[in-house]
């Protein structure tokens, strides 16, 4: 029944969250966009502020990485609860063979 509703209502069980991308002023690459992946589904971002739906009901991972057609790097994940706060942050690495940083906001 709640798979239903869900259906004809695509706002039932869903909340947004803000997640701030940011890069660092020096960085020693260029070009570079981060990759958001919300539940195994990956899409393309742009650096600054948005905002996506994740589930109200279950918790749900997110992942945050850069790409350079070369290799992935600057990682970072976090696994949201429907209780955590729906601000984050990520900071993305100095250097392409570091880890980023995702924490809330």
Partial sequence: MDDERSARDPGAGVRRIELTMRRPRFALYAGVRPTLVIGERGQ????????????????????????????????????????????????APMLPFLRGRLRPA
């Fill in 44 to 91: 393309p971002t742009q650096w600054g502020r948005g905002t996506w739906q994740i589930p109200t009901d279950r918790p749900v991972v997110i992942e945050v990485f850069l790409f350079n057609r070369l290799w992935r790097f600057g990682r970072a994940e976090a696994s949201l609860t429907p209780e955590d706060d729906t601000n984050w942050e990520y900071r």
